[in-house]
């Protein structure tokens, strides 16, 4: 196993609700705290990037957009992935 493939040790502080429901999923997965804490992370990541491509796919549809109607639809939703509005 090359050193870039091998797990990094991280530290980190939950809060004391986040931490049980931490514990409670990994019981009823039958698996450890540490493996849902990282399919967690890896599903945040996920996410995150997947909202970014949102994002850059609407800022690409609005640039191409010549339909006022579609442009002021394209903003909005812009607008409520920005700004939760």
Known sequence: ???????????VSLPPEVARKVRSMAIAQRTSASRVLVHLVE???AAHEGE???????A???ARSESPA???R??????????GV
Request: hydrophobic share 35%; proline share 3%.
């Open 43 to 45: 599903a945040g990541i």
């Open 74 to 83: 394209l903003k909005e939703e812009l607008a409520r992935l920005t700004f």
């Open 60 to 62: 690409e549809q609005l």
């Open 1 to 11: 196993m090359s050193t870039e493939d091998k797990p990094i040790r991280q530290s």
């Open 52 to 58: 970014k491509q949102r994002f850059m796919d609407l």
């Open 70 to 72: 579609e442009q002021e």
